[in-house]
């Protein structure tokens, strides 16, 4: 089987494709150029598969990171391959952004945390046992303060592989924490196309028509605390 | 804090050419003022310094309007914005990776937004008359 996976819910723009019966990728690209996804993703994704020599009939699979992540990013890779799946009278899966990021690892045996920066200090994240080549997850996505999740995180023994583009920020609380971390390397530490047609091995296969953005909101107390802070902003900005 | 003196919306354009000096890419300019005070022309101001040649009209229907220049502008009016997560909804967050120039109107409007705004300033229009105004350029320092 041929998985199509694609990544849009940060900056870089990631197209992969894979061969579950080879058990290879056959082309992956990950753009970073700060333009706007709905830009270079089409162009990405046609020069994949023709630089690859797949024609668009051949995938059996459409798969996409269906958050959490940036809301626009997160709508342009679902309507691409929602209207690529409906096309091609195929199925599509959708995978989780941060659990994509876990796959790009899993060759590492051990706990992964993934997380995305959600601004304020604050990462959307999730925490996966690697084992063998296998992912499980240990937790719910959710949005948290980084030194909350370092915290958390200094429950699991052993080194803990950081991946996302919250990684740094979550590593600095865990350093300060004395907890041990390590990044992934570059290449792994971000979205790829690779992690998501991986993840969508797993997942289950929805029609277009199911498939939908999954947006991660801050927790409530969160919410009320920012409020309250903020009210103070606005006293202040009144006189 | 600065303050300016503008008894006509010419002169208005002017003083928002005159603030656009302090700011810089990835800039948040907070506005407060009642409706017709005069925003939208300040920020005509603001990209006209940075070299827009586009319409610059109030975005109170189409919540952002773009205009480009050598720093792209980003003018918002979150009068019908809410929440947190409406503004998230609106692709908000969004534009704040894009590195150019936010022009906020009504960002009172989500009293949690400040927190989310690395480099951020204050524009306060006060309606003296009705041509007249006192406009007040709060740097990030003096803000809070």
Redesign the interface.
């Known amino acids: 089987m041929l998985i199509l996976g694609i990544d849009t819910a940060a ?1 870089p723009c990631c197209a992969a494709v894979y061969d579950t019966d080879k058990q290879q990728t056959l082309g992956s690209v990950v753009i970073n150029n ?1 333009l706007t996804h709905s830009v270079t993703l089409m162009p990405v994704v046609s020069d994949l598969l023709r630089n690859s020599g797949i024609a668009i009939e051949d995938i059996d699979l459409f798969a996409v990171a269906n958050g959490p992540g ?4 997160l709508r342009i890779g679902i309507s691409a391959v929602k209207g690529m799946a409906f096309a091609a009278s195929k199925p599509c899966a959708a995978v989780s952004t941060l659990e994509a990021m876990a796959y790009n690892v899993a060759v590492c045996d051990g706990i992964v945390c993934a997380a995305i920066d959600a ?2 200090n604050q990462v959307y994240t999730a925490t996966f046992l690697n084992d063998n080549g296998t992912v499980t997850r240990l937790t719910e996505e959710e949005c948290l303060k980084a030194d909350e999740l370092a915290a958390r995180l200094s429950e699991y023994d052993g080194d803990i592989i950081l991946v996302g583009d919250g990684a740094q920020l979550v590593k600095k609380a865990a350093d300060e924490q004395g907890i041990n971390t390590r990044l992934a390397p570059d290449p792994l530490r971000f979205q790829t196309g690779y992690g998501v047609c991986l993840a969508a091995m797993n997942a289950e296969q929805i029609t277009p028509e199911q498939l939908m953005p999954m ?1 991660l ?2 927790p409530q107390a969160q ?1 009320e605390l ?2 309250k ?6 006293e ?2 009144k006189d | 804090m600065e303050r300016f003196i503008s008894d006509s919306p010419e002169e208005t354009i002017e003083t928002g050419k005159k603030i656009a000096a302090y700011l810089k890419a990835g800039d948040c300019v907070l506005y407060t003022g009642e409706m017709g005070a005069g925003k939208t022309h300040l920020t005509k101001g603001i990209a006209e310094y940075f070299g827009s040649t586009d319409d610059v009209t109030s975005p109170t229907f189409a919540l952002v309007n773009e205009y480009d220049g050598t720093v792209p502008v980003f003018h918002f009016d979150l009068f019908r914005i809410n929440t947190l997560d409406d503004l998230y909804a609106i692709g908000f967050f969004d534009y704040l990776d894009r590195e150019g120039i936010m022009c906020i109107e009504w960002s009172e409007n989500i009293p949690e937004l400040a927190a989310y705004l690395t480099n951020r300033c204050g524009v306060n229009i006060v309606k003296t008359g009705d041509n007249s105004r006192i406009i007040e350029y709060i740097p990030q320092e003096e803000l809070c």
């Open positions: 900056a700060k940036s809301f626009t990013g601004r304020c947006y909101k801050l919410r920012m409020a802070n903020a009210d103070a902003y606005k202040e900005r």
